[in-house]
């Protein structure tokens, strides 16, 4: 299929495995960050919000944190599956001169092995 | 609900000429963006529209590039003249609220480009 990227740093996970997708982001003020899920040909598509007042959230299968001192965000997936295969970004929500804009991470590609 | 639709879903050109690209939002959100994505990085805002009045357009290379949304719903994002360097994927995006830092954007499948 179309791939997303041929350059992306990728993680490799035997399906059932829990995976661990790490980002580093910039700007210290950002106080909401997304991550996103991009399948091949696809948009990207939201999977989990945390802001900035939290260190933790937790959704279905996914767990989001947030290390704000050394401005680090992490997502976990339980249990991987075959439909995780995707690159994932994250995003920070910055305001910009009149509103706020999304500045994405250069994103990871997971590969889950059957 | 329907998503975010884009058309087409691949264009190629050649170098100097011109390409546009449509998006239709999702009903009802005033919201609309357009981002570019080259190969192997995360997606970049070129430009950010509320309802048909242009937020942010700090990003889009006016030289050659140029978006509109008259009527506050579709919008066309124009390239000319495209250069090999504008090869990438289009997303549009849109959400339903502005100006509040938790807006959960939704975006389409995008267009792919390529220049040779």
């Known amino acids: 299929g179309e791939s997303v990227g041929l350059h992306l740093p990728t993680l490799s996970v035997q399906e059932g495995d829990n995976s661990i997708i790490n980002c580093a982001y910039s700007?210290?003020?950002?106080?909401?960050f997304i991550w996103y899920k991009q399948e091949s040909g696809k948009g990207p598509q939201f999977i989990i919000d945390?802001?900035?007042?939290?260190d933790k959230r937790q959704g279905q299968r996914v767990t989001v944190l947030l290390n704000k001192t050394v401005k680090h965000l992490s997502l976990q997936i339980a249990a991987t599956q075959p439909g995780d295969s995707a690159v994932y970004f994250c995003?920070?929500?910055?305001?910009?001169?009149?509103?706020?804009?999304?500045?994405f991470g250069s994103g990871t590609r997971l590969l889950v092995r059957p | 609900e329907a998503g975010v639709a884009q058309s087409p879903r691949y264009k190629i050109i050649e170098k100097r000429q011109s390409v546009a690209f449509w998006c239709n939002p999702i009903?009802?959100?005033?919201?609309l963006y357009w981002y570019q994505q080259i190969l192997g990085q995360g997606p970049k805002l070129l430009i950010q529209?509320?309802?048909?009045?242009?937020?942010?357009d700090s990003q889009l290379p006016k030289d050659r590039f140029s978006a509109e949304r008259l009527k506050g719903v579709d919008s066309t994002l124009k390239i000319q003249p495209a250069k090999l360097e504008d090869s990438a994927v289009y997303l549009c995006?849109?959400?339903?609220?502005?100006?509040?830092?938790?807006?959960?954007?939704?975006f389409g499948p995008g267009t792919r480009l390529t220049v040779l």
């Open positions: 700007n210290s003020a950002s106080d909401y």
């Open positions: 945390i802001r900035s007042n939290m």
């Open positions: 995003a920070e929500n910055t305001r910009g001169e009149s509103s706020y804009k999304l500045i």
């Open positions: 995006a849109s959400s339903s609220r502005w100006g509040s830092m938790y807006n959960e954007q939704f």
């Open positions: 009903s009802g959100h005033a919201t």
């Open positions: 529209f509320q309802n048909n009045g242009v937020v942010d």
